[in-house]
T-cell receptor
Framework: DTGVSQDPRHKITKRGQNVTFRCDPI?????LYWYRQTLGQGPEFLTYFQNEAQLEKSRLLSDRFSAERPKGSFSTLEIQRTEQGDSAMYLCASSLEGSTEAFFGQGTRLTVV | AQSVSQHNHHVILSEAASLELGCNYS??????LFWYVQYPGQHLQLLLK??????LVKGIKGFEAEFIKSKFSFNLRKPSVQWSDTAEYFCAVTPSNTGKLIFGQGTTLQVKP
């Protein structure tokens, strides 16, 4: 499968713990996006990278959230000191610069108990 | 702020019925418009997109959408739905060249056989 890959698919964690998610984009795509989707809502933009540079962050991305894309390939999204309100589906998408068609992964479902 | 509004949250149709899902956006500049679909257990997939030109765009699986600039609308249509169209449908816009998507809250379509 050469699509966008996310790992893990599901994560259950206790409140206060740190979690890290990984996204592997389509190999030639230089743009990578993170979104968060809660039940009954559409995905909300969190941040995006062009190559290794993080070019935009949403106000939704509090200081407990950090994203990296160190070599311009895969990306990680870390949430520190998780809260119940962080429970959501975290989606990753990738695209080519100049193309507005984004391809999505299947997401990581986070449950904070 | 830019936003996307989908009028119908949950639609139930019988097979062969016609479908129209409403989408309005608020943004004064040039936008690119999209409809994405999420089948149960699968990732978001692009149904169709509008960048410029003919305001009536055709997508996969018999779907089409019409961009009406004066109404800031991009409604999705299908003349005859099938049970396999049961899914969640999201309207989205990209108001800039970042490729960042702003989604509506989604419409759940249930097609009864």
């Amino acid at each position: 499968d050469t699509g966008v890959s996310q790992d893990p698919r599901h994560k259950i964690t206790k409140r206060g713990q740190n979690v890290t998610f990984r996204c592997d984009p389509i190999s030639e795509h230089n743009r990578l996006y993170w979104y968060r989707q809660t039940l009954g809502q559409g995905p909300e933009f969190l941040t995006y990278f062009q190559n290794e540079a993080q070019l935009e962050k949403s106000r939704l991305l509090s200081d407990r959230f950090s994203a990296e894309r160190p070599k311009g390939s895969f990306s990680t999204l870390e949430i520190q000191r998780t809260e119940q309100g962080d429970s959501a589906m975290y989606l990753c998408a990738s695209s080519l610069e100049g193309s507005t068609e984004a391809f999505f992964g299947q997401g990581t479902r986070l449950t904070v108990v | 702020a830019q936003s996307v509004s989908q009028h119908n949250h949950h639609v139930i149709l019988s097979e062969a019925a016609s479908l129209e899902l409403g989408c309005n956006y608020s943004y004064g500049g040039t936008v690119n418009l999209f409809w994405y679909v999420q089948y149960p257990g699968q990732h978001l997939q692009l149904l169709l997109k509008y960048f410029s030109g003919d305001p009536l765009v055709k997508g996969i699986k018999g779907f089409e959408a019409e961009f009406i600039k004066s109404k800031f609308s991009f409604n999705l249509r299908k003349p005859s739905v099938q049970w396999s169209d049961t899914a969640e449908y999201f309207c989205a816009v990209t108001p800039s060249n970042t490729g960042k998507l702003i989604f509506g809250q989604g419409t759940t379509l249930q097609v009864k056989p």
